[in-house]
């Protein structure tokens, strides 16, 4: 099954390949064929600077399921993050938790 499920966001931060560090630009998440991981469908992470060529990629295949979990651990970490920000800058925000589907 060929899903043509291709999203596509700004990225800022940096990515390891092998020995060497690149700056990031995009991130792009799939759901498609594996490519390498002996699986079926799965989500694909590519984080790349395409002005920097093929090289400065780094890619992820998982699973849907580690993908929805990964999905909760960041939402529970982004939470953490946004409620010390704001106590950090005197706001006192409560934090706002997501909870998976």
Not at 35 to 42: E, G, I, T
Not at 46 to 59: K, Q, S, T, V, Y
Request: charged share 25%; hydrophobic share 50%.
């Amino acid at each position: 099954m060929c899903t043509s499920i291709i999203e596509i966001a700004r990225a800022e931060g940096m990515a390891k390949r092998g020995d060497s560090w690149f700056p990031l630009t995009q991130a792009v998440v799939a759901y498609d064929h594996a490519r390498h991981a002996p699986l079926s469908d799965v989500i694909t992470l590519d984080f790349l600077n395409a002005g920097l060529g093929p090289e400065a990629r780094a890619g992820i295949e998982l699973t849907l399921e580690t993908a929805k979990e990964l999905r909760v651990a960041l939402d529970r970490a982004i939470a953490a993050a946004d409620f010390e920000e704001a106590e950090v800058r005197g706001k006192g925000a409560a934090p706002r938790l997501v909870r998976a589907a």
